[in-house]
């Protein structure tokens, strides 16, 4: 595990918007991304009867409807123990699979970073 202050201070700023929207709207998984203009983009999973997103596809639906045209990094706190395949291709199709992907636990500590690819 890596402390998330090993991060430098704008993905750390993207762990704490996920870290923050999980524990404000108690649900299972926050996540942000970041824009290419450095723009942050905030969310929570969705579970409605007619709508489930998770987080990260939330976050940047957020940004698509924003009008952001690539990512620079994304970020997401859960419990699980890797990012789905399904969240890493939204972040794909935005941002390239270059784009990094952390993932954090609840505590905001760093598990893992990946690639979008």
Do not use: C, F, H, W
């Amino acid at each position: 595990m890596t402390d998330s202050t090993d991060l430098g201070p704008e993905d750390r700023k993207i762990v704490t918007l996920a870290r923050s929207v999980r524990a404000r709207n108690a649900v299972p998984e926050g996540a942000a991304v970041r824009d290419e203009t450095g723009r942050t983009y905030a969310a929570g999973t969705v579970d409605l009867e007619s709508l489930k997103l998770s987080a990260l596809q939330t976050a940047v639906a957020m940004a698509v409807a924003s009008g952001a045209t690539s990512l620079e990094a994304a970020a997401l706190v859960s419990e699980a123990a890797s990012v789905s395949d399904a969240d890493r291709a939204a972040v794909r199709d935005l941002g390239g699979p270059d784009t990094p992907v952390l993932l954090a636990g609840p505590d905001g500590t760093l598990r893992s970073t990946a690639t979008a690819g």
